[in-house]
């Protein structure tokens, strides 16, 4: 949306603080002494900047001086344009600017100082206020002005020709805009004291054009450039780390962007002078950051403080005022709390209205946030009244045809689905749709915006077949968008895109495709469709190829992959982009397109980690069907919540299930089998089964719930690829007990369990020194209190705690959490509900550990003790390493001490890695604690393995590239490419956190992005004797017969005639190939 010009004003006065361009104190002649004393009363209310005066004087002033049209007259003007001007009244300000300088035009006063600062005044209010063309003329005017008057070199000319770039980077005109500052950066000198904000502008250019990475890499060089010029305790220093902030902000990276901000206020603090300005934006920077992060009572109190120096500075009359208080019931109205959201954007409301007119933009902006509190307060012919204003405002201001007109329209046609007049809304979305298409183009995210609507308001209206159509038409702008994006994005930006933008639709279409399937049996195989292409789909390991491109070497490959990422930085850019006619966006996109992709096959050449990541191709249900034999299956289990369309869409709180089974001769479509009662499959069934296996009693139940519905399907099937989600990560499928046979899943059906059916079909390139031939990599027995915690009290404790541990049956205690178990086990999961992770910080070149999770860690440990030990875990690798050497393998061993975190990051390519260790799991917030976000935790921060030094971590919160926690995050970027095996010997590791559509999202599918061709992991608390016993057999039959699945699978029936309950052989499950 358009931003409201005086948020643009009062973020243009940062960088101009200092500058006064004030007309200088004269000799005048009084033609009566009533006006000599007016004047004089107010040019020291002047000089002492005490503007309230002047404003006071303002009739007296004009009455003397407005009729003799002189010098007098101008600085009459200019007086009082500076006192509106710093009292908040811009509209006043600018109308006296003018005067002065038409009045200077017929008296031909061009006198250097005086005239030079009007022109810079009328410049930056006309720019304020969008009379570019305007503004244009006027810095161009002041350009050639300082140009003859101080030469092409001065300060002068620097900052004016600063300016006239940022104006064009206001209007939408980027070239212009980079063309003008670069062609000023070969004018001046490097030691002009202009040069750093010029590089700093050319930085925030290219945030603006969407080249982040460009963008990034000029913001290192300006705060070079100010740091060794005015060094970094400076205010030019703190404005430049503020607009870095926003590239953080603006690509998703807000704990970045809220670090930088820290950093930049505790500059701050230190300065001398007055600097209020820049904290109040530096206060509203860090409370947008707060509000994308979902913490909201956080944004309040920085939006709270921003007020009240606002309020200091302009007054709570004042316009500028209003636009933080319209930004602080923004926040309101996402908490919840629509009264006090209410109440500040009726305020701001008034207050532009007031100052502005209830005809401009400001006034529109704000009133049209006030309808959508309305309509969040279910106050909704109130809302309709003031949308109904909204629109003409826009109407007049903007046309018809503009893209903030139609933002107006849709949010009507919402209004109107809400109100559920069907015929209106439908109305409003077709003029909104009509006018995007024609302004915007059918790839804008706009655009999608208003179809999804349309598909939602048609599946209202009983028309299946309208809905398809505009579900198909979201959907084709949605994946285009996907392959616009995702390359350029991180793999927190990934997550924060795909959920606030994209998934919400996704989850809306399987309710609509099990409503009207039976109208349209095909409706199911669009649905196994969308799951292959999004389960999964924020799993890109982009921070792993880069590292991997940009240490090749090659300087010819990493100049390609640079110009590839700025290339796909420009489409991203234009996709969503509103500045340009559309017929020119259209042929800029084809042009990028045509040089990214042309790059594009020359980098999967050159690159298998870029091929395997980047290179994707679209895959259906008959791609996965004709890669099956025959009596094999696959099998797509899809969790989502109920949607409804009453109402303008809602989804509920019921949970659903859907399997689709596609067999080797399936037809027409997949089947289809719909588990309604998700609720209680996630809480009491998923609670029962675990306890039926800890406490080993015999149950009947799970299988009837889990399984037997799909089973039911699988007639004459002896193999199921299963990709399970939800509640279905949470089960060991093999240990489900069929009550009609007494034979447990094991024995009746082959089960492979693959991240994603696509899997099946998806060839993945392997580079050609990663080689079959890489040896085995053996890592346990961690010393987790290596570091600040091991002194000799602490070793004594944790003998004592051991031995006693040992004396009571929990020798080997490997969960990290909860009752210490029966002798033997390796410990349980809590049951506590931790809090969520809340934020990162950035370690090295890759995700480290969140801010929070130290303290999350500590409360899923007993509170009285940390890590316990694991000899078993030493007797494991030990045992599995002598296998190696018998079968003459190479392999290494690394235990105690050596078993750090580096040890796994240091990994390249092993043919298996084994890893013994304690794992963990955060569990969700409970649903009283979550609240509706726009910030998206990346659940792959929930999940990890622990190593050596863990203990001192915990216990000091001192955190080191070997901190000893390695969440899944991490874990994604590992060099694992062509590994055939991992196997996560830890309690838990293998319960990714119950999150729709992305399957396994812990260190399951985190490890098979890493490279990894299969693993092996556990599911719940592990038997030291029974897990030596399993390793030990599936060792064995792999390294003689190379085939892993059978001979896993094989380890478990061979143990299940020694240990008959499902808790000895069925913790473990297989993943992958």
């Known amino acids: 949306m358009k931003t409201p010009i005086l948020f643009f004003i009062k973020s243009l006065l940062i960088f101009f603080l200092g500058l006064s361009f004030l007309p200088a104190s004269a000799q005048y002649k009084f ?106 003329r006027l810095f161009l005017e002041l350009a050639e002005e300082d140009k003859k008057t101080y030469g092409n070199k001065s300060e002068e000319y620097a900052r004016t020709v600063k300016n006239l770039a940022d104006l064009y980077k206001s209007m939408g005109r980027y070239k212009d805009s980079e063309t003008t500052l670069r062609k000023l950066m070969r004018e001046i000198d490097r030691d002009n004291p202009n040069y750093p904000s010029i590089v700093t502008n050319l930085a925030i250019l290219y945030t603006a054009t969407g080249e982040y990475s460009k963008s990034e890499r000029t913001f290192e060089q300006a705060l070079e450039l100010l740091e060794n010029s005015v060094g970094s305790a400076s205010l030019d220093y703190v404005v430049a780390l503020s607009s870095l902030s926003y590239l953080y902000q603006s690509a998703g990276r807000y704990s970045e962007a809220e670090e930088t901000l ?130 003409a405002t826009d109407k007049a201001v903007l046309g018809e045809g503009h893209p903030d007109y139609a933002n107006s329209v849709h949010n009507m046609g919402n209004l109107q689905f809400k109100r559920e007049n069907y015929s209106e809304a439908d109305k409003y979305y077709s003029e909104s749709l009509r006018i995007r298409k024609r302004a915007l183009g059918t790839t804008h995210p706009k655009y999608a915006e208003t179809t999804n609507k349309l598909a939602i308001l048609k599946w209202a209206q009983k028309d299946s077949k309208g809905a398809e159509a505009f579900y198909k038409e979201t959907f084709d702008n949605f994946f285009t968008q996907i392959n616009g994006y995702f390359p350029i994005l991180s793999e927190d930006e990934k997550a924060t895109f795909y959920y606030t933008k994209l998934r919400t639709a996704f989850e809306e279409f399987n309710s609509f495709a099990i409503d009207r399937f039976k109208d349209n049996p095909a409706l199911i195989g669009d649905m196994y469709n969308i799951q292959l292409a999004t389960k999964g789909l924020i799993l890109y390991a982009t921070n792993k190829v880069r590292e991997s491109i940009l240490n090749s070497g090659d300087t010819v490959v990493i100049n390609k992959y640079q110009d590839w990422i700025s290339q796909k930085e420009k489409i991203a850019k234009l996709y969503s982009s509103n500045d340009e006619e559309l017929d020119i966006r259209n042929r800029k996109i084809d042009s990028l397109s045509s040089i990214a992709n042309a790059l594009e096959r020359e980098l999967s050449t050159a690159s298998a980690a870029f091929s395997n990541t980047f290179v994707k191709k679209d895959y259906t249900w008959q791609n996965v069907r004709d890669k099956l034999k025959p009596g094999e299956a696959a099998v797509e289990i899809i969790r989502f919540r109920e949607f409804k369309p009453d109402s303008s869409g809602i989804f509920t709180d019921n949970i659903y299930y859907a399997a689709l089974v596609v067999r080797n001769d399936t037809k027409d479509n997949p089947d289809l089998v719909i588990i309604r009662n998700g609720n209680q499959m996630e809480d009491r069934y998923l609670a029962n089964y675990r306890n039926a296996i800890r406490y080993k009693i015999e149950e009947d139940f799970s299988y009837g719930l889990f399984w037997k519905p799909i089973a039911n399907k699988l007639e004459g099937v002896k193999k199921v690829y299963l990709s399970p989600d939800g509640a279905f990560n949470q089960i060991s499928i093999y240990t489900l007990r069929n009550p009609d046979t007494g034979n447990y899943t094991l024995d009746e059906i082959e089960i492979q369990v693959v991240t994603n059916t696509k899997d099946l079909v998806e060839e993945r390139k392997v580079s050609a020194f990663q080689t079959k031939d890489g040896k085995a990599v053996l890592i346990g027995y961690p010393n987790y209190n290596k570091g600040a915690f091991e002194d000799i009290k602490a070793e004594e404790a944790i003998a004592s705690s051991v031995v006693a541990d040992a004396a009571e049956g929990g020798a080997d205690s490997r969960g990290v959490r909860g009752t210490r178990g029966t002798r033997g086990t390796r410990g349980s999961r809590g049951t506590d509900g931790e809090e969520a992770v809340s934020r990162g910080l950035t370690r090295g070149a890759s995700r480290g550990l969140p801010r929070g999770i130290r303290g999350n860690l500590n409360r899923y440990i007993n509170s009285d003790d940390l890590l316990a030990l694991l000899p078993g875990t030493k ?24 078993a750090i975190e580096t040890s796994l990051k240091d990994v390249r390519y092993p043919r298996t890695l084994h890893v013994a260790t304690h794992g963990f799991f955060l569990e969700d917030p409970k649903p009283e604690e979550a609240i509706d976000t726009k910030y998206i935790e990346n659940p792959l921060l929930k999940s990890g393995l622990v190593f050596a030094g863990a203990n001192s971590f915990l216990a000091t919160g001192e955190m080191t590239e070997d901190d000893g926690i390695l969440t899944a995050y991490e874990a994604m970027n590992l ?92 913790a473990f499950i297989m993943v992958g190939e």
């Open 31 to 136: 033609d009566s002494k009533p006006f000599k004393k007016s004047f004089e009363k107010a040019k020291k209310a002047y000089d002492d900047y005490d503007y309230a005066t002047i404003l006071d004087l303002e009739a007296d002033l004009l009455k003397f001086s407005e009729p003799k049209k002189d010098t007098l007259t101008a600085f009459v003007y200019s007086m009082l344009g500076e006192s509106y001007d710093v009292e908040g009244d811009p509209m006043k300000a600018y109308a006296y600017y003018k005067k002065e300088y038409a009045l200077r035009q017929s008296i031909q006063d061009k006198s250097e100082y005086n005239y030079g600062g009007l022109l810079f005044n009328l410049a930056f209010y006309a720019m304020g206020l969008g009379d570019y063309q305007e503004s244009e």
């Open 262 to 391: 820290t950093t930049a206020n505790s500059i701050l603090n230190r300065l001398q002078g007055e600097n209020e300005q820049v904290k109040s934006l530096i206060y509203n920077y860090t409370g947008t950051v707060k509000f994308r992060m979902g913490l909201y009572d956080d944004a309040v109190d920085y939006f709270t403080q921003a007020l009240k120096i606002d309020s200091t500075l302009y007054g709570t009359e004042s316009p500028l005022y209003a636009y933080s208080l319209d930004a602080l019931g923004s926040v309101y109205n996402y908490m919840g709390n629509h009264a006090q959201s209410i109440e500040a954007y009726e305020e701001a409301s008034r207050i532009i209205g007031d100052a502005m007119g209830t005809e401009s933009f400001d006034y529109s902006y704000t009133q049209a946030n006030l309808a959508l509190a309305y309509i969040n307060d279910g106050q909704l012919e109130k809302a309709l009244s003031t949308m109904t204003e909204v629109l």
């Open 875 to 898: 007797v494991e690798v030990e045992k599995i390493n002598a296998l190696y050497t018998s079968s003459k393998t190479s392999s290494e061993i690394v235990i105690g001490d050596n």
């Open 975 to 1066: 060099n694992l490419d062509g590994t055939e095996l991992v196997v996560l010997s830890a309690c838990e590791t293998g319960l990714g956190e119950v999150q729709n559509g992305e399957g396994v999202y812990g260190l399951q599918r985190a490890f098979r992005v890493a490279g990894a061709k299969s693993m092996i992991m556990s599911m719940w608390t592990v038997d030291d004797d029974a897990t030596q016993e399993l390793m030990t057999h599936f060792y064995e039959n792999w390294l003689k017969t190379g085939d892993k699945h059978a001979s896993f699978i094989n380890a478990q029936k061979s143990l299940k005639e020694k240990y008959p309950e499902p808790y000895f052989w069925g």
